[in-house]
């Protein structure tokens, strides 16, 4: 496998100008990108259960209101201090994601979305509900891990963070382990008749991609300085399907696309409140109507567009030769 590929290097270049572009942008812009790159997080790990794996799961959001409550809890009722209540929230994710993920292992497609709603809203009424312990619909206030409201180093905390998530999930991708995580989602009965360990790979999935998810909400609760019930509404999770969908289910970069290009149309339109989600429906009905794979089909085609201009006709052979490459 190549490393300097065009691609790897488109990459690297975006990343560049990630790191230096607070620099030349104001504070509200640093602070919509961080909100960016958190659902960036969010995008990318739903991408790894129910696009690359099939697990069609309508809780992924929930998984970071644990991880922002059970870090904000322990510090605020047990005083632990960050070192430890950030790995407890992260660890405490990806134990009840096993747990869950066990209860699920025979279920799929619209039995397990409505299962894994049902617990999202369980979990979502139990902080909302519980006012003596969570502030219930008020919220509680979270320590400031940077101990300021600035917007620059949480930009630069979440641009890590989401690297280190699309990264790591691009190297399970590109192993065995992402074989067989396609292999259950296109045919589970062939990928066990394979020796397939489907209840392994299965929880496996569910820990990974709650733990992502787990990560992104402790650190976003201890970067706004208060959390809430709101952070398992189902708008949330309707709005990572929408971030995945429209940048491209199945693919390493579509999260990304769809999620910071929707967060700033959303930002654009902030003063059209009443017809931004008007306007975002109707994106997502024409992507699906036109281009199947979002944003990333758009600009394959593009691509393969400019290519045929360029270099003129392509026989079906090298268009064969050029697919496998």
């Known amino acids: 496998m190549k490393i300097f590929n065009l691609k790897n290097i488109g990459l690297l270049v975006l990343l560049i100008v990630a790191v230096f572009l607070p620099v030349v942008i104001s504070d509200y812009w640093r602070f919509v990108l961080t909100i960016a790159f958190f659902y960036t997080i969010m995008a990318a790990s739903w991408n790894l259960l129910g696009g690359y794996t099939g697990q069609f799961s309508l809780g992924h959001h929930t998984f970071a209101m644990i991880g922002a409550y059970t870090s904000t809890l322990l510090m605020q009722k047990?005083?632990?201090?960050?070192?430890?209540?950030?790995?407890?929230?992260?660890?405490?994710?990806?134990?009840?994601?096993?747990?869950?993920?066990?209860?699920?292992?025979?279920?799929?497609?619209?039995y397990l979305a409505l299962i894994t709603w049902a617990f999202?809203?369980?979990?979502?009424?139990?902080?909302?509900?519980?006012?003596?312990?969570?502030?219930?619909?008020?919220?509680?206030?979270?320590?400031?891990?940077?101990?300021?409201?600035?917007?620059?180093?949480?930009?630069?905390?979440?641009?890590?963070?989401?690297?280190?998530?699309?990264?790591?999930?691009?190297?399970?991708?590109r192993s065995k382990i992402g074989y067989y995580l396609r292999s259950i989602r296109d045919d589970p009965i062939a990928a066990?008749?394979?020796?397939?360990?489907?209840?392994?790979?299965?929880?496996?999935?569910?820990?990974?991609?709650?733990?992502?998810?787990?990560?992104?909400?402790?650190?976003?609760?201890?970067?706004?300085?208060?959390?809430?019930?709101?952070?398992?509404?189902?708008?949330?999770?309707?709005?990572?399907?929408?971030?995945?969908v429209i940048g491209g289910m199945r693919t390493q970069a579509g999260p990304i696309v769809g999620a910071i290009s929707v967060r700033y149309l959303m930002e654009l339109l902030r003063a059209q409140s009443e017809f931004r989600i008007v306007i975002l429906t109707a994106i997502v009905i024409l992507i699906m109507r036109f281009f199947n794979g979002g944003l990333m089909e758009l600009f394959r085609r593009l691509k393969k567009w400019i290519r045929r201009d360029r270099e003129g006709p392509v026989s079906a052979y090298q268009e064969l030769e050029q697919k496998q490459g």
């Open 78 to 110: 047990a005083g632990a201090p960050f070192w430890v209540s950030i790995p407890a929230g992260i660890l405490l994710t990806m134990i009840i994601s096993s747990l869950l993920g066990v209860m699920c292992l025979r279920i799929h497609g619209i």
């Open 120 to 173: 999202a809203e369980v979990v979502r009424n139990y902080f909302r509900l519980h006012y003596a312990f969570t502030g219930g619909d008020r919220g509680m206030d979270s320590p400031l891990i940077f101990g300021t409201m600035k917007p620059t180093p949480y930009y630069y905390l979440f641009l890590g963070i989401a690297v280190l998530a699309i990264v790591l999930i691009a190297v399970i991708m």
């Open 192 to 244: 066990r008749s394979m020796g397939v360990d489907i209840v392994r790979y299965k929880i496996f999935v569910f820990m990974v991609a709650s733990g992502l998810a787990g990560m992104a909400g402790v650190f976003y609760g201890h970067s706004i300085g208060l959390i809430s019930p709101i952070m398992g509404d189902f708008n949330e999770m309707a709005m990572i399907i929408i971030f995945v």
